[in-house]
Every structure is written in C-alpha cells, then in structure tokens.
C-alpha cells in the first residue's frame, strides 16, 4: 500500500471513531457493501474521489479532514507514492 493511501485510511479510520461509526455503517450510508467498503479500508481497492467526497458528508466532515497529510505524501518522484 503506498503511503498517502496509508494517510488516507488512517484519516478516515479516526472519523470512523469520532462518529462511534463502523465500517459496515459507513458502507451502508455510502450504498456499498461492507466488503466493499473493507475492501477500501484494506487498500485492496482505491476509493474513489466521489466515495470521499460522499463520506466527508456522512462523516459531517470537511473534504480535506479526510485527505489531510496526503499532499505532503505526494510529490513527483517521490518514492514514497509507489512504496
């Protein structure tokens, strides 16, 4: 998993926890499945930008509390984007 997804996840986890909200309840509040959304969680499969902007509305958060950390993460050439 590359590390601004690790940032990304971590983020959303820590919401996850400040709303005393589960992943299964976020899925179901995003309309996807619980495996889904572990799937996402795990870094098996990539949210995708509207799945963000989706959950920073059921979250009550803003967009950029969710990818916050990340534009530090990603710069061109850097290896941490591909490691």
């Known amino acids: 998993m590359r590390t601004y997804q690790r940032r990304l996840r971590a983020n959303i986890a820590a919401e996850l926890g400040r709303n005393d909200m589960t992943q299964a309840q976020a899925a179901a509040r995003l309309g996807m499945t619980p495996g889904g959304m572990a799937n996402r969680m795990n870094g098996k499969v990539d949210f995708r930008a509207g799945e963000l902007v989706l959950l920073s509305g059921v979250l009550h958060v803003p967009f950029s509390?969710?990818?916050?950390?990340?534009?530090?993460?990603?710069?061109?050439?850097?290896?941490?984007?591909?490691?």
């Open 65 to 83: 509390t969710l990818t916050a950390g990340v534009d530090e993460l990603i710069e061109v050439g850097d290896a941490s984007v591909t490691s």
